[in-house]
């Protein structure tokens, strides 16, 4: 009788012990939570170019606090206690330090704005804020205040750009000249349009605009007297980025190896596709005549947003993934003074809901201009081919990054719904147009090859970007390896390597981020077994988020 009494009270003592211990352990992980959760309302959503946002000043002292702030966030965020943390917490956790690491290798050892005198260009958002709807007073404060610190932006370019770098010189004075007609035109019409309330902007315009010409005149003559310098981030940094912000099994030298393997690969179904159409010649002289079919040239705009709505209708119709929300996406004319920073244009996600409760975003593409010379013409209407126009659509749309946008910002978890990696987003945008492949949405074969001869675009992306940052080829080399290898125009090849020059690690997401897809998609599939579907797994992995692959990976399947 002892005996089991005794045995009961040390039952019942053990059963507290553990229900404390849990009890403890509970309260250590809802606290490292709290933390955590607490930490990321004070990260900004910025990429760390002085504050990151487009109220800085951009002064030295601003890059400075900038970067003394992404340390200290990067402390505050390493003191949480991480052992306590589990799932979308510990996921959140690691996203955070990647996002931090990024911005501070950008800050401390990348430094574009010694380099870049585009960064202080931040007037080019003028355009958008004009066309926006919303009360006109509130919109003139807005404008007013733009237009100031856009002037400031400038006099502190002139102040700290001191090292040149030959293309970036000869880009920065091209947006700069042609920022003339934002003040000349486009600014002079809205506050003509505004009338008496719109005289306010009278004087900070004109101010901004001689700022402009003083800017274009340093930009011309000073600059070419700094200390001549590289893009080139070198390959200590690039690795640093490919481990610390992407989160990557690669280095810098086993990524270069991927992407030159992945490219012969793609040459090699470019070539088997092009014997099946026609035995007597090469992939490179089909997609020659391929790309000389292209629409009514003034009728770009027009014939874009049919393949826009037509892709949707594909994503709905094979139900591919679910939309739920109200949305559309328009197709238009990009602004002038943009025109030279792609050859062929952007894509503007809508991150809220327009005045007819509609998410709109807006894809922009250069217009066809009857002023050019009929080699100009010829060479614009050879990059925008009936084959381009059918597999960039759903790259940017449906289901790319419209639907990839609305699910980001409709995310409940703060920091992914306000940030996101190439490495993913553009994976997804790539993987959309193989995706279309795989589902019948392009036409006939002509379309298919094309869309393999994109693809191989964003595999020479891969290689490039590696090679231009780390040694291993010239700018040179990279328009070489896009003109002779991928088929484009020399004038095409050389904005699309700009921007890579510019923006180092971005372009390696595509072609990367789309195989890891492909990859994350057949191990859910295994998963899953007969109850796998697409529309389940594109549903799934857009609720996670945007973030580097190897998290994407661990918020799916673990």
């Not at 005045?355 to 614009?380: C, G, L």
Request: charged letters at 30%.
């Amino acid at each position: 009788m002892v005996r089991t009494t005794m045995k009961k009270v040390f039952l019942i003592l053990f059963t507290l012990i553990l229900l404390q211990c849990s009890s403890n352990k509970e309260i250590a992980t809802s606290d490292a939570s709290v933390q955590l959760q607490e930490f990321i309302k004070t990260m900004s959503p910025s990429q760390g170019r002085g504050q990151g946002e487009e109220h800085d000043e951009m002064s030295a002292v601003s890059f400075e606090a900038a970067l003394k702030h992404t340390k200290d966030q990067l402390i505050r965020l390493r003191s949480i206690d991480t052992p306590e943390l589990t799932g979308d917490d510990l996921i959140d956790w690691r996203f955070a330090q990647s996002i931090l690491v990024g911005r501070e290798l950008e800050q401390e050892r990348m430094q574009p704005w010694k380099k870049d005198p585009r960064l202080y260009m931040m007037f080019t958002g003028i355009s958008t804020l004009m066309d926006a709807p919303g009360d006109a007073t509130r919109k003139i404060d807005d404008l007013e205040r733009k237009l100031k610190l856009a002037a400031t932006q400038m006099k502190n370019g002139m102040k700290q750009l001191d090292v040149f770098v030959t293309r970036f010189q000869e880009l920065g004075l091209f947006m700069a000249e042609n920022g003339r007609v934002l003040f000349d035109k486009e600014l002079k019409a809205f506050i003509d349009r505004e009338g008496t309330v719109g005289q306010r902007l009278l004087a900070p315009a004109s101010e901004t605009r001689q700022v402009l010409e003083e800017y274009i005149s340093f930009i011309k003559h000073e600059l070419p007297k700094k200390t001549p310098g590289d893009f080139a981030i070198g390959i200590e940094t690039y690795n640093a980025m490919l481990k610390g912000q992407y989160l990557l099994e690669y280095d810098a030298d086993s990524l270069y190896e991927f992407g030159l393997a992945q490219f012969d690969a793609t040459v090699a179904e470019l070539e088997a596709l092009a014997r099946k159409m026609n035995p007597d010649k090469t992939w490179q002289q089909l997609a020659i005549e391929i790309k000389n079919e292209y629409p009514d040239p003034h009728k770009m705009i027009e014939v874009h947003q049919e393949w826009v709505d037509k892709s949707r209708e594909h994503v709905l119709k094979n139900n591919l993934i679910p939309i739920p929300w109200k949305e559309r996406v328009k197709v238009m004319p990009r602004v002038e003074y943009l025109r030279k920073t792609s050859y062929y244009g952007h894509f503007s996600f809508a991150k809220s809901k327009d005045a007819d409760s509609v998410y709109t975003s807006e894809m922009h593409i250069n217009p066809f201009e009857d002023q050019w010379d009929d080699k100009r013409k010829k060479e614009y209407l050879v990059e925008h081919d009936w084959g381009v126009i059918m597999v960039t659509a759903p790259h940017e749309t449906y289901a790319g990054h419209h639907i990839q946008g609305l699910y980001q910002v409709n995310n409940p978890r703060l920091l992914r719904r306000e940030n996101s990696i190439s490495i993913f987003s553009e994976g997804w945008g790539l993987y959309n147009e193989q995706l279309m492949k795989e589902t019948g949405f392009f036409p006939n074969d002509k379309i298919l090859l094309r869309q393999l001869q994109l693809r191989l675009w964003r595999n020479a992306r891969v290689i490039y970007d590696v090679g231009m940052h780390t040694g291993k080829m010239t700018y040179e080399d990279a328009v070489k390896l896009m003109t002779e290898k991928v088929g484009f125009l020399a004038w095409a090849s050389q904005l699309e390597i700009d921007s890579s020059c510019a923006s180092p690690g971005y372009f390696i997401g595509y072609f990367t981020g789309m195989m890891e897809i492909l990859r994350m998609r057949e191990d859910y599939r295994i998963k899953m077994g007969a109850d796998f579907t697409l529309s389940d797994f594109h549903e799934k992995l857009l609720k996670i988020g945007s973030m580097p692959i190897s998290l994407m990976r661990d918020g799916l399947l673990k």
